[in-house]
């Protein structure tokens, strides 16, 4: 079964605006990544943060961990056309692979 | 993709008829990984190779079985495949497992009819 939850499922923004997307989760984890899918294709990685980090920039991407809560949150910042995809945050538990939540889609209307 | 190639990239076949898909990299990572993904469930583990000869199954590996000989090729068989196979298989590799980011194939469109 899933560990993280991602919320909501679906976000639709302006050109320009900011876009938050909410991961849960229900276990102890080592770290939290998430990633992008754009639509017919793989994944691809976007941040990694590690339990004992509670935020981490890459460029326009802004990643909170709060351990406490088990939760994390992605914010795109100025989101542009380019960015409608869908996000998913992973989680590691230690000696087990990636669990996967069931992703957000995320429509950014030029 | 990060010298990750997945085929086919498309396949339709018949239910119980056998079929093999093909994860092959040339980036020498240790780790390899096969999952499908189907909507409403995201993305689900099926099976993950530690090393050559070295796999473990995962969330959903019945009706699926792996075989790694060679570092760079993890081959996924569906022995007699059914309806509720039909999905996107993607294959994913690493090279320290899950505490470091995956990279990922394109993906194999799987059609069982």
């Known amino acids: 079964s899933q560990q993280g939850e991602e919320d909501p499922q679906a976000l639709s923004i302006q050109e320009g605006e900011n876009a938050t997307m909410n991961c849960s989760y229900k276990?102890?984890?080592?770290?939290l990544q998430w990633y992008r899918q754009n639509s017919g294709r793989g994944l691809v990685h976007l941040i990694l943060?590690?339990?004992?980090?509670r935020e981490k920039h890459s460029g326009r991407l802004r990643v909170t961990l709060d351990t406490s809560k088990k939760s994390s949150s992605l914010l795109i910042t100025a989101s542009r056309a380019a960015d409608t995809a869908s996000y998913f945050c992973?989680?590691?538990?230690?000696?087990?692979?990636?669990?996967f939540g069931k992703g957000t889609r995320l429509s950014v209307i030029a | 993709d990060a010298g990750i190639t997945q085929s086919p990239r498309h396949k339709v076949t018949e239910t119980g008829t056998p079929v093999t898909l093909r994860c092959h990299q040339t980036?020498?990572?240790?780790?390899m990984y096969w999952y499908r993904q189907d909507p409403g469930h995201g993305l689900r583990l099926i099976h993950y190779?530690?090393?050559?000869?070295?796999?473990d199954k995962g969330e959903v590996s019945d009706g699926y079985s792996v075989s790694r000989s060679k570092t760079e090729d993890f081959l996924l068989t569906l022995e007699s495949a059914t309806s509720s196979q039909t999905s996107v298989y993607f294959c994913?590799?690493?090279?320290?497992?899950?505490?470091?980011?995956?990279?990922f194939g394109s993906g194999t469109q799987l059609s069982v009819l």
């Open positions: 994913a590799i690493s090279d320290r497992g899950a505490n470091e980011k995956l990279f």
């Open positions: 276990t102890s984890i080592n770290n």
């Open positions: 943060i590690r339990s004992n980090e």
């Open positions: 992973a989680t590691d538990s230690g000696n087990t692979p990636l669990v």
């Open positions: 980036e020498n990572h240790r780790y």
């Open positions: 190779s530690y090393g050559v000869k070295d796999t």
